[in-house]
């Protein structure tokens, strides 16, 4: 999760069940947050436990598929929500060769709850590449319904803002979001036991450590910093491209800017983008510099997995509010366009190294990429360091390694994101089309199933 926080300390396997303040002591925003984070792992941990890997509600079971008019009227027989009317009207602008309709109601999928208030077309929710894919040469589609969190900030919702205070931002607002996706399939007829929940199993690990800041000069190890921070290390590029590369942050990533819209058009290969003034953490004295690297994005979240191009600034205006931006070898439609990110590496994507060489960040901070399972890192995925400067370290797990006598930094899956997949059902294009129903009734429970 993306944002102004001092550090994550939230960790499931240590089995805490609640934060106890105590009187006169100092509030931390890591306390409140862990205290959250404990509260949704018990919850949807007991959603999984009752409902199963995922399933909704008899009464209210939402994300079915439509694919015809004929369908629409069984689902009315058995609806009370939305009038005949009105569904009749709203089918009537649908193309059945290439969209279908996803009825209302609750599902949880991973024990995390999503709800769609009304009926609404594939098309208005789905990525216009994943509508293209969805063309009458394949036999039939799996759909799938993904569920993820994300992280709302002010500059998404205004209301976050509070007036009395001069418009100054305060907290943040975790969201769950969902999409629906398709997959090709082309098998026999299946069942919900042969689809099971997407999720994963397997995980890239990462060291983080500390080295001399200077050969040689054994009176300054640890972090060198000036200031504490949160570093976040994110991998841009999965190792499905062949070349897993990583971008990282001294903020978390907190920092972002909205584009203004319209964005206008590149001119060769530069990029000049106008950017609604910043507010919080975001606002100036804070810039991006001449030669930084920004990522540009369709909206603040797109999805646990989506990656933008990191772009290098050629150009700032003095009020930190245009950039003109290098888009030699990327492809940026200005039309989309709707968030930009800094991040504070000096260059692109950096690659992660297949031996398991330290890669230096700054500062004395240096991470390790594990060998045996580089091939399990995901776009998306990410670590976050806290450095404090009061003990010229950083926080990180260490376990004592008896053959030297000191602790050694253990490596760790990624902090997140959390994300799964559950199958909603099958839409066939041939045999006179029709589709198959797999979502489940909360009354039926079996074991959960994970696969990679």
């Known amino acids: 999760m993306k944002g102004d926080f001092s550090?994550?300390?939230?960790?499931?396997?240590?089995?805490?069940t609640g934060v106890l303040m105590q009187q006169g002591r100092v509030h931390l925003d890591a306390d409140f947050n862990e205290q959250g984070a404990i509260s949704r792992d018990f919850w949807r941990s007991l959603a999984r436990d009752l409902v199963g890997p995922h399933g909704g509600p008899?009464?209210?079971?939402?994300?079915?598929?439509?694919?015809?008019?004929?369908?629409i009227l069984q689902w009315l027989s058995l609806s009370r929500e939305v009038g005949a009317m009105a569904c009749t009207n709203f089918a009537g602008g649908v193309d059945w060769n290439r969209d279908f309709l996803i009825t209302p109601g609750r599902y949880y999928v991973d024990g995390m709850l999503v709800e769609n208030d009304r009926l609404i077309r594939y098309s208005d929710r789905a990525d216009p590449g994943a509508r293209d894919a969805f063309i009458a040469e394949h036999e039939s589609f799996v759909v799938h319904l993904q569920v993820f969190e994300r992280v709302v900030t002010a500059m998404e919702d205004p209301r976050l803002l509070e007036p009395a205070l001069g418009g100054t931002d305060?907290?943040?607002?975790?969201?769950?979001?969902w999409q629906v996706r398709l997959q090709s399939h082309h098998g026999?007829?299946?069942?919900?036991?042969?689809?099971?929940l997407l999720s994963r199993v397997r995980y890239g690990l990462m060291t983080a450590q500390t080295h001399p800041s200077r050969a040689g000069d054994s009176d300054r190890k640890g972090y060198t910093g000036l200031e504490n921070r949160l570093y976040r290390i994110e991998i841009h590029a999965g190792a499905e491209t062949g070349t897993p590369t990583f971008k990282w942050s001294r903020n978390n990533g907190a920092y972002v800017r909205?584009?203004?819209?319209?964005a206008a058009e590149p001119t060769g290969n530069h990029l000049t983008l106008d950017l609604l003034p910043a507010i919080g953490a975001a606002a100036p004295p804070c810039s991006i510099d001449v030669d930084a690297f920004v990522e540009l994005l369709p909206e603040f979240d797109p999805g646990p997995h989506v990656q933008g191009p990191l772009l290098r600034v050629l150009a700032s205006?003095?009020?930190?509010?245009?950039l003109t931006l290098d888009t030699t070898g990327a492809v940026v439609d200005p039309r989309r366009l709707r968030l930009l990110r800094r991040w504070d590496q000096r260059g692109g994507a950096i690659p992660v190294p297949g031996d398991a060489k330290p890669v230096a960040i700054?500062?004395?901070?240096?991470?390790?990429?594990?060998?045996?399972?580089?091939?399990?890192?995901?776009?998306?995925?990410?670590?976050?360091?806290?450095?404090?400067?009061?003990?010229?370290?950083i926080d990180w797990p260490r376990?004592?390694?008896?053959?030297?006598?000191?602790a050694r930094p253990v490596a760790r899956p990624p902090n997140g994101p959390r994300s799964a997949s559950a199958p909603l059902g099958i839409l066939r294009r041939t045999d006179g089309g029709g589709r198959m129903d797999l979502r489940r009734q909360a009354q039926t429970v079996w074991p959960h199933c994970d696969i990679a």
């Open 7 to 16: 550090r994550e300390t939230f960790d499931a396997g240590l089995g805490y």
């Open 58 to 71: 008899v009464d209210c079971l939402g994300f079915g598929c439509i694919t015809s008019e004929s369908e």
């Open 170 to 177: 305060t907290t943040l607002r975790l969201q769950v979001r």
């Open 188 to 196: 026999e007829r299946v069942s919900a036991r042969e689809l099971p």
């Open 258 to 262: 909205v584009v203004r819209q319209p």
């Open 317 to 322: 205006s003095s009020d930190g509010n245009s």
């Open 362 to 393: 700054e500062d004395g901070i240096e991470v390790v990429f594990d060998a045996t399972t580089r091939s399990d890192l995901r776009s998306g995925d990410y670590w976050v360091i806290a450095a404090r400067l009061s003990v010229a370290d």
């Open 399 to 406: 376990v004592c390694d008896a053959s030297s006598g000191c």
